[in-house]
């Protein structure tokens, strides 16, 4: 085995309950010294913290994949390909799920923004997990307007009912243009339908001249698996769904036991 590269995920994989790469995780993911590219949906302003814990350096893909970067001088974003959300489509979701499910936590993404008009539980939560601060948008009209590079718009709940309601009303406003994605429980997140982690994980593949037999990743979730599927060995974390585990080439510790450092260290190396 001679792995040249690992595609990470981060919530619910290399990021333990709390959001945090701990010191020992990203110690043993140091010590193998494989290069590593985040596949995440995740902006690139809640990736900091643990590109600079883990010292990386090179591709990385964000908005699960409708943005792929380098990182520059001072940690500046440098996009290589973009996959942004048409305004009007933005707007006419938003205000849709503000009209049929006010209850439901909702913001969205641009390249550098995290924009709210409330701060909710569901705020309050992904601040705790990213420690990232909202840019507050006093008017709900403008709001719900939308923004014009608009790369994600994510929607919080911890009702299940509800969130399968949510589900069920976005998938019936047959919009070609966006993809719907669970990224955890408590998650839903809309991103532009060409915004795929697998297109990210192509590029680098593509720029390195990498064979599938050279590559691993590590996920827990269902956005995981095109990624895991275009890797030679797909690491699935012991805290991930079944139907994930099930295309595992090993399943690995949980993200609250450092499975991504323990996987590389038994695995990989």
């Known amino acids: 085995m001679n792995i040249k590269r690992i595609f990470c995920d981060m919530d619910g ?5 709390e959001g945090r790469v701990t010191n020992n995780n990203a110690a043993l993911i140091r010590e193998a010294g494989i290069p590593i ?5 995740r902006a690139p302003m809640e990736m900091k913290d643990a590109i600079e814990a883990l010292q990386l350096k090179g591709t990385q893909v964000t908005f699960n994949g409708g943005l792929i970067y380098t990182i520059g001088d001072h940690n500046q974003v440098l996009p290589i390909r973009s996959q942004t959300i048409k305004k009007s489509t933005v ?14 936590s909702l913001s969205y993404y641009d390249l550098n923004n995290w ?12 601040h705790s997990l990213t420690q990232q601060t909202p840019t507050f948008i006093h008017n709900e009209d403008q709001f719900l307007e939308g923004q014009i590079n608009t790369f994600k718009i994510m929607m919080i709940t911890f009702d299940e009912a ?12 047959d919009l070609q243009e ?16 060409l915004a795929k982690k697998s297109k990210g994980i ?14 691993a990743a590590f996920g827990d979730g269902h956005n995981d698996l095109p990624m895991l599927e275009m890797v030679g060995y797909p690491i699935v974390m012991d805290n991930a769904f079944d139907d994930i585990k099930a295309i595992a080439y090993k399943i690995t510790k949980s993200n609250d036991e450092d499975g991504v450092g323990y996987g590389i260290q038994k695995y990989l190396k």
């Open 202 to 215: 192509a590029y680098v593949l593509r720029k390195e001249q990498l064979a599938k037999e050279e590559t």
């Open 178 to 193: 966006i993809t719907i994605q669970r990224s955890g429980k408590a998650y839903l997140e809309i991103t532009h339908v």
């Open 37 to 41: 590219t985040l596949v995440s949906a």
């Open 13 to 17: 994989t290399l990021l333990n309950s």
């Open 115 to 126: 924009y709210c008009d409330k701060i909710d539980e569901g705020i309050l939560y992904e």
């Open 162 to 173: 509800n969130m399968l309601e949510l589900q069920k009303y976005l998938q019936s406003l």
């Open 91 to 104: 707007k006419q979701v938003l205000r849709g799920i503000r009209l049929h499910f006010p209850q439901v």
